[in-house]
């Protein structure tokens, strides 16, 4: 066997394996903390705060008498509260049994309601927060492009460069001024459709025209890993020149001819440092979000456009940085909850949903993009993870605060039978949603 013909191989498991267990350890320990520091606040005391399961690797117990550990199995974690059974907080009733009435009040199970509603929401809460942070963050490091734009960089296109310069800033295309950033999306669509447009620009103080490509040429800003376009070898830069012998020299072209090959082998020429070039490629069906959280279904390539030029970017203050965040955060949850009830009601394929393998997947090809692109899917995940907390099954968090929500209008909470019953239907339907990701992950396209 030439071993070295299969280190790359290795090598690339490796880095997507260390990648998904780096975002999933952030991730469960950011959720675990939330339920530990509000737990604390509040009088329940923690005995174990666990990151991962099995057999632990490291451990020291604090000053409070709470165990920190890692264990072996970086697949998740947990927090053991005094008087839990279990890491999904189930009753130990014999141990609770022996406590005294002062110790009960500091355990899951004897903490007045608000306490125990408090320290499970936190989990989900503290995710949600995670991912706030984090997009604020990215905000503030990366910028956000200035309005009217302004012209950093201009890309090198197949007819070379054109008349706009950088440090120009855009203040009308075909003599129709840019309006107030509500209204960009209809100028936006307003636009006519030709190689060639006449470009407004703020230059050295003065108004001046010239002219220039399509504001959203044919040019390739991004490639999603693993889709059509990734496999059949397009890169980022390439310029597409003609789809199934039809040219092309706008973005919104390529949408309604790739569409239309419904899938069957398709030749691309594109443009490539100089070079024309050839690819087959072979859309992919997919559903995908649009205005309102609906979707469409339609074939695509696997990437997106941008602007003719970089534009010049600016930090916003911390406050808006925070607001960025929120909306950020926001739109991923109910993104996933339209995408969620969108597959329920079969409107949309059930491939939508992966499992851990196609997480991992995307974890690694992120992680090679840079610093940046990992940090957003780790809040893109954070969002997830906390929504899916949130929901309403038995073992998970949100399944606690349905029971919390019970004791709170009968005055007292389901009985333990009917607890441990719920709780072991929860665990079986995660179990099932699991192995049907699981099969997502190696059945679907």
Not at 151 to 172: C, F, H, K, Q, R
Request: proline share 6%; glycine share 12%.
């Amino acid at each position: 066997m030439d071993f070295a013909s299969i280190l790359p191989v290795f090598g690339n498991f490796a880095f997507t394996v260390a990648a998904f267990i780096v975002a999933l350890s952030v991730i469960v320990a950011i959720h675990e903390y939330g339920h530990y520091i509000v737990g604390r606040w509040t009088g329940i005391h923690a005995e174990v705060f666990s990151l991962g399961f099995g057999p632990t690797l490291w451990s020291r117990v604090d000053k409070r008498g709470t165990k920190w550990q890692i264990a072996a199995l970086p697949f998740g974690g947990y927090v053991k509260f005094l008087g839990d059974a279990d890491a999904a907080s189930g009753k130990d009733g014999e141990a609770i049994s022996s406590l005294s009435d002062e110790e009960k009040r500091h355990t899951m199970h004897g903490a007045p309601l608000w306490a125990r509603f408090l320290t499970v929401l936190a989990g989900p809460v503290f995710n949600f927060i995670l991912a706030i942070i984090v997009f604020a963050g990215l905000a503030l490091v990366d910028g956000i492009s200035t309005y009217p734009p302004k012209i950093a960089t201009v890309y090198e296109l197949p007819e070379g460069l054109s008349e706009l310069e950088p440090g120009d800033t855009l203040v009308a295309i075909e003599g129709v001024r840019f309006p107030d950033e509500e209204g960009y999306g209809a100028f936006l669509d307003a636009l006519p459709s030709k190689p060639k447009l006449s470009y407004t620009v703020l230059r050295d103080g003065k108004e001046v025209t010239v002219s220039g490509p399509p504001l959203s040429p044919t040019r390739v800003n991004a490639v999603t890993p693993g889709w059509a376009a990734d496999k059949a070898g397009i890169q980022v830069d390439d310029v597409i020149l003609e789809i199934g012998g039809t040219k092309v020299y706008e973005f919104g072209q390529m949408i309604p001819l790739i569409n239309d090959s419904a899938g069957k082998p398709t030749v691309i020429k594109l443009w490539r440092d100089g070079k024309v070039l050839e690819y087959t490629i072979e859309a992919q069906k997919r559903d995908l979000p649009i205005a309102d959280n609906q979707f469409e279904t339609r074939y695509i390539m696997g990437i997106s456009g941008s602007l003719f030029f970089e534009s010049a970017r600016e930090r916003p203050g911390i406050g808006e940085a925070l607001l960025i965040g929120a909306k950020g955060t926001w739109g991923v949850i109910t993104q996933s909850i339209s995408g969620l009830t969108h597959m329920i009601a079969g409107k949309i394929s059930s491939c939508n949903l992966s499992g851990p393998v196609g997480i991992a997947n995307i974890s690694g090809e992120l992680a090679r993009q840079g610093v940046l692109a990992f940090l957003y899917f780790i809040a893109m995940l954070s969002t997830a993870v906390g929504l899916m907390n949130l929901f309403p099954v038995p073992v998970l968090d949100g399944g606690h605060l349905v029971f919390f929500s019970y004791e709170a209008v009968a005055g007292k909470p389901p009985s333990d039978k009917v607890l441990n019953i719920l709780m072991t239907a929860g665990f079986a339907m995660i179990l099932m949603l699991m192995g049907f990701a699981l099969y997502n992950d190696f059945m679907c396209p």
